[in-house]
């Protein structure tokens, strides 16, 4: 029945007769079931299984509990939403239909710290997981999972799942075995120190060891991971790389850095992206990444001679730097690790390694609070990621936005924020293409300061510090005309714009 | 010079001629100096030399920036604050007067999560400390400084400062020796984990290690650490730790906690001080404690019987309590641990084992959003403390609080918090004496239910469920009704009530 390419992939002869087609296997999954599934940030996701079952509910609905390490490609969120098999989805996505269906309170989304969700699972806070599905590039001669471009939540989910799917990708290449480094904290009361000391530390095993006989059912497919959405650098991200940048030479004449820098970890979007990106045009080398996701920006400062290694949960590349990075792994490859998520975004390690830490916010205030997932307070946007795990502890906790949206129709820096992700104890550095603020050490009023001098947009530059002088008038650490204070996000629902 | 008890307290002999007085000590604390000061939670501050300070300041005036652990007794905070000392204060205080001048925009407050003040001193990117003072019960043969009822940051701040001026008090127990473990971090990018894996794990010294030449002055006082300002448990408090007894006791039930629980932590104040008693009343036994502020609670649990080791940064008692701990010090000895802030707020070490952290909020909202320090938002109350490190990294994160204060004319649960300080995503358990909300692994909609039907007060219900029904109506993953958020707290402010 399997030619010798997927003999390749399934080492483990007793496994092979567990080959089966995508229909069957998600015949496992009934409804009601709570569901753990790879993929983490559109790479590496289980693609058959999820669509047999959508393909499935639409003929006979079924409600499932969904948990992945982050967001799905392949429209997977997309389509499971719309097959409304997502009762609950856990703990990112970014895929607009499904946001519409949260926001609409049909799915209840459960939006976590990403270090944090298997921690709840193993200590079974969380419902347990009944069947795990997982990609893979092959099965170990002992019945080991290696995962693919992700692992994500991967390894808890098939090591705490009563029932295993594994999908074999044929097309993900053969070469990505050896790339990851699986490694799951010891028990509590016994839990021993995490011993990642570097980005570059192995500290565990090249797969997922589960006991064989949990792996139910074995699917072959083929499809492609899908291409990151990111946008190219423009004029203004070019500027935010270029402030971070001016900061972090200060920082090296002021003697706190070398120019090999800190670790690096930069978060998902076009913006986080492109300053990375801007790295290369720097005389910052020997860089090292501490990060997430690895985008299309880590493989230019590999090619740049920039970056000496790069530790992530997954790869996540453009369409056109798939097409070069994929062929050339065997030579990236020592010089990259994939991590589960746990690892790739824990407290203990991100603290340890002092990481230069750079993410996105959909908004900030005067005093430095970041908004990073609610727009006006109430939709959702993706989640927070692992943008808490890595601000709170990071060695320099940068957040980085354009200072205007929609078309200059609302303003990136507000009075307050209408959504809190970030408080101001954990933000030392804004950056917009105006310019950059660094908070470190300031007391709120000295905090409003300096970010409504360097980080506003000119045309909502005078209302800010118009708001800030009457709300200090009032007094308080942190002065605000409580009245006023989400007025501009209600000015832009009643009028399309904050100004 | 000195009698036999003073040179028992001071085993370096060469370091004996330093011994001086208050106000010569002092002398080297000049203008525009930077100054790390012992003191956590009212215990082990340095008692005359800021003192003096303040005297001189109130002839001659000079202003500083005074980091310490956290909060000083003996009214140093006021002192200070009045005889204007104070340009800028790190990390948190907990003084009337001082806080009136905070408020004011008088004195720069920098409110920090209390296991990274050293981290960025370490790292330059605080201004360097010019003069420790650290309170001592002895100075070894060595050099190294003995601290008393507090470790706090002096350690840190004694390595990392130009010059150490030693406060060597009499009334201090000898038998205090032996009880700290000094531990820190080593240095980036050669940081080897934090060895602590249990509660009670030494990994440190008995002593602060610093070259005994950077002792520039010592003084010998005699004046008590101030008693601690908690209420005894009153009946709403009672209800408090009776609902958190009862779910504790449901999670050993349902198999995820025995009866020993995982290690404790309580944040400061009258509630949660309450609440750890409370557990006397309990059938949970050979409980351990790895806190911050070790309060009277601690001891009243070890004489019941039901606590077996107890790890802090400080001890504060009441006057009552002191007058029975401190002459039992040996009994207790082998059973406790002051570390350093650093190690005993660690995300490192609270993660790994598993806390259960007990901390008060001012107020929380419908979303589980906490506010632990900004009255009306703007007003400063004590400073986020420990609350943020032992909140983000509990194995369970429970915030308590009374669902109204200022008798009835605040509700402690309002559509939308004014300030916060603990997002959604670290809150796992809220208590009021009204009833509990276990909010682990629900969408804000359920948690918006859970919270509304469990903690609120009855007068406040009915219009926290009409906002709530009417942001249903708007839609979104968080529904507000934007321009009523904050309408509850801008009614007290000009009505004087919420309601
Ligand atoms: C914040 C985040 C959404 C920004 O993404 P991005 O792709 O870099 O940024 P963009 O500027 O393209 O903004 C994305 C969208 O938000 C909109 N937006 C940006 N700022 C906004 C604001 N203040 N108000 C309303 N909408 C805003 C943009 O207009 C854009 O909308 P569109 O998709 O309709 O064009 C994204 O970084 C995120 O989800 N972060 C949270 C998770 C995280 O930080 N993870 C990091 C660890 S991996
Ligand atoms: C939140 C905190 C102030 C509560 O302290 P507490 O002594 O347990 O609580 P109390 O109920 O006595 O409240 C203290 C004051 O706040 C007032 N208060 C409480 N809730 C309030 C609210 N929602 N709005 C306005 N005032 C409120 C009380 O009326 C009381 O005022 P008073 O001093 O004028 O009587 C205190 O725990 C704190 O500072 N926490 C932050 C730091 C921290 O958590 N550290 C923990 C790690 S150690």
């Not at 800010?464 to 989400?486: F, I």
Request: proline residues 6%; glycine residues 6%; aromatic residues 6%.
């Amino acid at each position: 029945m399997l030619d010798g390419v997927e003999n390749d992939r399934i080492r483990h002869v007793g496994l092979r007769e567990r080959v089966t087609s995508a229909e069957e296997a998600a015949a496992l999954i009934e409804d009601g079931m709570t569901v753990g599934m790879s993929g983490f940030t559109r790479a590496g996701e289980a693609k058959a299984v999820p669509m047999a079952l959508a393909a499935r509910a639409r003929q006979h609905p079924l409600k499932i509990t969904l948990m992945t390490g982050a967001s799905l490609g392949n429209d997977l969120d997309k389509t499971l939403a719309e097959a409304h098999v997502l009762a609950r989805r856990i703990p990112f996505q970014s895929d607009p239909a499904l946001r519409k269906a949260i926001n609409r309170g049909e799915v209840m989304f459960i939006d976590q710290h990403l270090s944090e969700t298997v921690e709840m699972l193993r200590t079974r806070q969380l419902p347990r997981v009944d069947v795990a599905v997982v990609e893979a590039v092959a099965i170990t001669e002992n019945g080991g999972i290696v995962p693919t471009t992700s692992v994500g939540n991967s390894a808890s989910f098939a090591i705490l799942a009563e029932k295993v799917i594994v999908e074999i990708n044929l097309n993900q290449p053969a070469e990505l075995e050896g790339l990851h480094d699986i490694y799951i904290p010891t028990y509590r009361p016994n839990r021993m120190p995490i011993p990642v000391v570097t980005p570059e530390s192995r500290v565990g095993l090249p797969f997922i060891p589960i006991p064989p006989e949990k792996i139910a059912a074995i699917v072959v497919t083929e499809k492609l991971d899908s291409s990151a959405t990111i946008l190219d650098p423009d004029a203004d991200t070019r500027a935010i790389a270029g402030h971070l940048t001016e900061f972090l030479l200060h920082e090296v004449r002021a003697g706190r850095l070398d120019h090999t820098l800190q670790p690096l970890q930069a978060g998902i979007g076009t913006i986080a992206n492109a300053v990375l990106h801007g790295f290369i045009d720097t005389p910052f080398h020997d860089l090292k990444m501490y990060s997430e996701v690895l985008q299309d920006s880590t493989f230019d400062l590999f090619d740049a001679g920039k970056l000496r290694f790069a530790s992530g949960s997954s790869i996540t590349l453009s369409a056109q730097k798939y097409q070069q990075v994929l062929p050339r792994l065997v030579e990236y490859k020592p010089r990259l690790i994939l991590r589960p998520q746990e690892i790739s975004n824990h407290p203990e390690v991100v603290r340890r390694l002092g990481l230069i830490c750079i993410n996105t916010a959909l908004e900030f205030d005067i005093y430095g609070n970041v908004n990073s997932t609610h727009v006006a307070g109430t939709q959702m946007m993706n989640g927070i990621g692992g943008s808490g795990d890595f601000a709170r502890n990071a060695y320099l906790s940068v957040f980085v936005t354009k200072s205007v949206a929609k078309h200059g129709a609302v303003s990136s820096v507000v009075p307050m924020v209408s959504h809190v992700d970030h408080t101001e104890h954990d933000v030392d550095i804004l950056v917009t293409e105006v310019g950059l603020a660094d908070l470190r050490g300031l007391a709120p009023r000295e905090r409003a300061a300096t970010i409504i001098a360097n980080c506003v947009h000119p045309d909502y530059r005078p209302m800010l510090r118009d708001y800030y002088d009457r709300a200090c008038q009032r007094g308080g650490h942190t002065p605000h005309v409580l009245e006023e204070a989400l007025s501009w996000h209600v000015r832009l629902a009643e009028t399309g714009r904050m100004i």
